[in-house]
């Protein structure tokens, strides 16, 4: 700074022009940079957008078994051994995503989320298959990490070597079913997705009574995040475009015990009914299809199970997969 | 090792103990999460929350104990909790070293005078007790009978009255008589109480509140430790700024949250007065250099008279002295000793303004007709009167809760219950789960009395009293799906977790496109026509053909033909006859004897902004005025 009253000397001058002309700039290309004339557009701030795959085994379609059984974990391994194997299913290195139902905080016994036994053996399974990564998932409708607790699923998943992973707003992306029209632009549980080679729905057999009956393709539901609730005002729709959704590698409905009434939330021990059958198959409306048999509902009572199979999903027919029949007792 | 450092190493172990205990307040197993932490430790060492506690809600709960052996060691040792225990002293030691340390030191001491306004806290602390204690005077004196009570106000006036004046102060004393008698008059009313007021400053709730509502919650959500999702409290922005400007204003003055607000302080203040051990000088000159002054935290003038009840035993005198003038010693300083100066008339002012405090916030009437049916207290909850005179609002169970639907209540539930824990059934990742009681097992003062599942979930021994209801859930027709807008829903039904259902539907069929007459029928289908129908748009299962009094499902339609899916007693309708299309409804209903109020059906409703089901307070089993139901009268 020059001293009061000073001329100002020609150095000092072009710098400071020098300064003023900087700062000037700055400004201009400060405002050129954010200038925006039109203002945003409706669809500003939408998620980037995934694809999923199709997880189906080659070869192995139109495959359904079903075993007699009143024990949870033999009637998988038997299942399983009349369908060739899970190794016919899962390959050495690859990750399997096991999507189970652990809606509610409830505990094992009332039947209202997967079996802890049967997911932890399903891992094991999965892992002797060769499986490089077996991931746990689903987006619960309770909260999630008690879900999983007291479920039984997460202890079970973690202690049989699988990697249970719960919903995060990161873990979203937005998804839109080709063709479909209430899938669309809808935040997809897409975190455990991301990478996997093969999916596996394991649910049990449930009564709805919005939708009269719970099996594998309702299971979908919970990789859905956001308000999905709003879908139960067309629950075949939602049911059918979840089974166009996802194409599994396998899928596996737990009738052993079935939880027949008061569902999909049970509550009482007095809810469930001894059904005695796991169905296991590829094509998810065969395996619904028995699935509804056991609560006492004909497939063709039940319009989710037609809608799909309109839509190509699969047969409601499941006596033409010729289904392996297993009786253990 | 300098006996300062030894105190830096315990504040800063103490401080991040504290922090520790509420990191690892989360449901779970694992080494970071609950499993045998106590959590509440520093809250029971507390000796202002069991003694208000003991006081408003009669008495000492559980690890409350623990606040006795903190007031005998201060009776021993003089504040040692300030100075090496207080996590919240230890933040504000921490950010007036910050503010100050560079500054010189003759500011530094200028700073550490002592001030009158270090009396700002006694008066709280007689607040405070004064309004923890009301129910306990007005039960004392009006037990005995009013004439009691008038005897000792009389007695008091008297007194008073033959005190000489001293100015102002008799306006004080005026005025606190005054406000007694107001409080014991009210208190005859069944609208006081008393109301644990002390936790909104008492400084373990403040922090813990402050930590586990605002902080956390900020430092949490990108590194997912405490909780798997983020986790949002109603109103915490203010809790926050609280904290942040208590904090901050030790950059003017240090400490000054200790000096002039903490009641807690001022109750250790007014036994340090007598205990054994004490700071003070050798002699009773010294150089004069003021480095202690300088250095003091708790403003008590080290290098002249000293103030005892204010020394938070920073030890920097003792330590820092250059000719070790000061001492620690069972004797008072050489130097002399200044007793607190305090109006015993001003401490009476406060105290009598505390006993009348609930009284007056009890004029609200939230206790009686004006009770809020938004005020959805946890399970175990205490009945509202009790549960005031026992929460700290702490925070403990809106941390530990795992689906975050306790949230702190705002100033719109009544100063009286600012910051108590609420449901509210929007926020959060579920309702209230049956299977959880993990907040009336961390409530460290028993507001929350723990209760064990078989308790809440009314089985075993509690089977005939049946489960604990936090309220009822009430279905707004003019909100819901199926009731408003002829769309089928029925998701609160889907998630009610009571067995059986507490929501239960009854169907209605409802028409939606009328003026239509059959045509042909052939090959399953059926002609319409006198209105066109959106292809496809009926096929959802959910539509119903209706001609006469029988109805065929919809299967598939077109714009002017219906595939149709025969029900019983089904013919088809002759041509040209008037036939409608339906929808089928399940309209909810709530079953009061069975709703158990947890709100899950609220937080799922997919009417997302007001839900169209929403639980209040009527019916919750801790209020039995406000039961809803006949018993016995029911149909079931």
Not at chain 1, 228 to 237: A, C, E, K, P, S
Not at chain 2, 328 to 354: I, M
């Amino acid at each position: 700074m020059s001293g009061q009253g000073k001329d100002l000397d020609r150095r000092e001058f072009i710098g400071r022009a020098a300064k003023a002309g900087l700062g000037v700039a700055a400004v201009g290309a400060l405002a050129w940079w954010g200038y925006d004339g039109k203002g945003p557009d409706a669809t500003s701030g939408a998620a980037p957008s995934v694809k999923l795959p199709s997880y189906a085994v080659r070869g192995r379609e139109r495959r359904l078994a079903i075993v007699k059984s009143s024990h949870r974990v033999p009637a998988l391994r038997a299942g399983l051994e009349a369908l060739g194997g899970l190794g016919a299913f899962v390959g050495a290195g690859q990750r399997v995503l096991i999507k189970v139902n652990a809606a509610f905080a409830s505990p094992p016994a009332l039947c209202a989320t997967s079996n802890p036994e049967l997911v932890a053996e399903l891992v094991r399974l999965c892992k002797k298959a060769g499986a490089r990564e077996v991931i746990v998932t689903d987006n619960p409708i309770n909260d999630p990490a008690s879900c999983f607790e007291l479920s039984g699923i997460g202890p079970a998943a973690r202690a049989a070597g699988a990697r249970v992973m719960l919903p995060h707003p990161a873990a979203f992306a937005s998804y839109s079913l080709p063709g479909g029209r209430l899938i669309q632009n809808w935040p997809l549980l897409w975190g455990p997705l991301e990478g996997v080679d093969r999916v596996i729905g394991l649910a049990p057999v449930k009564d709805h009574h919005r939708s009269q009956a719970s099996a594998t393709m309702k299971n979908w539901y919970g990789l859905l995040g956001g308000r999905r609730n709003v879908f139960h005002q067309d629950i075949n729709g939602i049911i059918s475009e979840l089974g166009r959704m996802v194409t599994p590698s396998l899928v596996i409905a737990d009738g052993v015990v079935s939880l027949a009434r008061n569902g999909p939330t049970g509550g009482s021990l007095e809810d469930l009914k001894p059904t005695g059958t796991m169905i296991l198959g590829t094509d998810q409306v065969a395996v619904d299809s028995v699935a509804v048999g056991l609560l006492g509902l004909s497939p063709s009572q039940v319009a989710w199970l037609g809608l799909a199979q309109k839509a190509g999903v699969g047969t409601t027919d499941y006596q033409a997969l010729k289904p392996r029949l297993v009786e253990l007792g | 090792m300098k006996i300062t450092t030894a105190r830096r190493i315990s504040q800063a172990f103490f401080l991040a103990l504290f922090l520790w205990f509420c990191v690892v307040a989360t449901v779970g197993e694992r080494l970071w999460q609950l499993r045998g932490w106590p959590v509440n430790w520093f809250l029971e060492l507390d000796p202002l929350t069991g003694l208000t506690t003991l006081i408003a809600g009669g008495s000492l709960y559980s690890g409350l104990l623990w606040g006795a052996a903190t007031l005998a060691l201060t009776l021993l040792l003089g504040r040692f909790f300030c100075g090496w225990v207080c996590p919240f002293g230890a933040m504000h030691h921490f950010i007036g070293w910050l503010g100050n340390h560079s500054k010189d030191p003759k500011e530094r001491a200028r700073r550490n005078a002592p001030h009158p306004a270090q009396q700002i806290k006694y008066f709280l602390l007689a607040f405070f007790l004064g309004a923890a204690a009301s129910d306990l005077a007005a039960r004392l004196l009006l037990g005995q009978g009013a004439a009691f009570a008038a005897g000792a106000i009389a007695i008091a006036l008297v007194l008073a009255a033959t005190r000489k004046g001293q100015g102002r102060d008799f306006y004080f004393i005026a005025v606190g008589v005054l406000l007694a008698l107001w409080a014991v008059w009210s208190m005859a009313a069944p609208r006081g109480g008393a109301s644990l007021l002390a936790g909104l400053l008492d400084p373990i709730p403040l922090a813990s509140r402050s930590v586990n509502l605002a902080l956390l919650p900020l430092a949490d959500m990108p590194l997912r430790i405490a909780w798997p999702e983020p986790r949002f409290y109603q109103g915490a922005a203010m809790i926050g700024a609280i904290f942040l400007a208590f904090l901050l204003l030790n950059l003017w003055r240090p400490r000054f949250f200790c000096r002039y607000v903490c009641p807690t302080g001022a109750l250790f203040g007014l036994l340090a007065r007598f205990s054994l051990y004490k700071v003070g000088k050798r002699e009773a000159r010294c150089g004069g250099c003021m480095d202690c002054e300088a250095l003091c935290e708790g403003a008590c003038r080290p290098a002249g008279r000293l103030r005892p009840q204010e020394c938070v035993l920073c030890l920097n005198c003792l330590s820092e002295c250059p000719e070790s003038a000061i001492t620690y010693r069972p004797k008072p300083s050489a130097a002399g000793e200044v007793a607190p100066d305090l109006s015993r008339r001003r401490v009476l002012a406060g105290l009598g303004v505390g006993l009348a405090a609930p009284p007056l916030l009890g004029l609200g009437g939230l206790l009686g007709p004006n009770w809020d049916p938004r005020l959805i207290r946890p399970p175990g909850s205490l009945p509202e009167g009790e549960f005031l005179r026992r929460c700290l609002r702490c925070g403990q169970c809106m941390r530990v809760c795992p689906t975050g639907v306790l949230q702190p209540a705002g100033p719109s539930f009544g100063l009286e219950a600012l910051w108590t824990p609420v449901l509210n059934n929007t926020i959060g990742t579920s309702g209230c789960q049956p299977r959880c009681v993990a907040c009336s097992h961390i409530c460290p003062s028993a507001a929350i009395r723990p209760i064990s599942l078989a308790e809440k979930l009314g089985q075993g021994e509690y089977a005939a009293q049946g489960p604990i209801r936090l309220g009822t859930a009430f279905v707004d027709r003019g909100r819901c799906l199926p009731w408003a807008m002829d769309r089928p829903c029925i998701v609160c039904q889907e998630n009610c977790p009571v067995s059986p259902k507490a929501i239960f539907t009854r169907v209605a069929y409802q028409t939606v496109i009328s003026g239509l007459s059959a045509g042909e029928a052939g090959g399953g289908e059926l002609a319409v026509s006198g209105r066109a129908l959106r292809p496809g748009a009926l096929a959802t299962g959910d539509y119903y053909l209706v001609a006469g009094e029988v109805r065929a499902r919809i299967r598939a339609n077109t714009n002017a033909a219906l595939s149709l899916e025969p029900g019983p007693g089904w013919h088809t309708p002759t041509p040209g006859s008037p036939v409608a299309v339906q929808v089928r409804l399940q309209r909810p209903y709530v079953d009061p004897a069975r709703c158990i109020g947890c709100g899950i059906c609220q937080h799922e409703c997919p009417v997302s902004g007001k839900r169209a089901i929403r639980v209040s307070a009527e019916n919750a089993t801790r209020e039995p005025r406000h039961s809803l139901l006949l018993k016995g009268a029911g149909p079931h």
